[in-house]
């Protein structure tokens, strides 16, 4: 059972970055893709980003490309979202999700690959 812990949510002013991480308990971190999903009031939870857990691959939602950059360090068990020129659509509860599925390659972007999720971390983009 991975537990996951999100932090570095909170108020930005647009243009603004933050970044979130992503702490998870389980030792063998480096045998699970990552993902950040988000979700707005009222909406789906929608995928944001994911990286493979070498690291040699990531992808994004068209809306978010080159603005935010996951990354992940398996030395400490955490994931990180880096999320520059921030706007208010960007605006929803932000969870990371831990996924062992061999459908991660060509799914990446559908929550059920995602077996384990955080409890969400709050982000507002507002002046």
């Known amino acids: 059972q991975v537990q996951l812990v999100e932090s570095g949510g909170g108020l930005v002013q647009p243009g603004g970055s933050l970044r979130l991480s992503c702490a998870a308990s389980e030792r063998r971190f480096s045998n699970y893709n990552m993902g950040w999903f988000r979700q707005a009031p009222g909406k789906e939870r929608d995928f944001v980003a994911g990286i493979r857990w070498s690291a040699g691959s990531t992808y994004y939602v068209d809306s978010v490309k080159g603005r935010f950059t996951i990354s992940r360090d398996n030395a400490k068990n955490t994931v990180y979202l880096q999320m520059n020129s921030l706007k208010p659509d960007d605006t929803a509860v932000y969870y990371c999700?831990?996924?062992?599925?061999?459908?991660?390659?060509?799914?990446?972007?559908?929550?059920?690959?995602?077996?384990?999720w955080g409890q969400g971390t709050q982000v507002t983009v507002s002046s």
């Open positions: 999700a831990a996924s062992t599925s061999p459908a991660y390659s060509t799914s990446y972007y559908r929550p059920n690959v995602y077996a384990y």
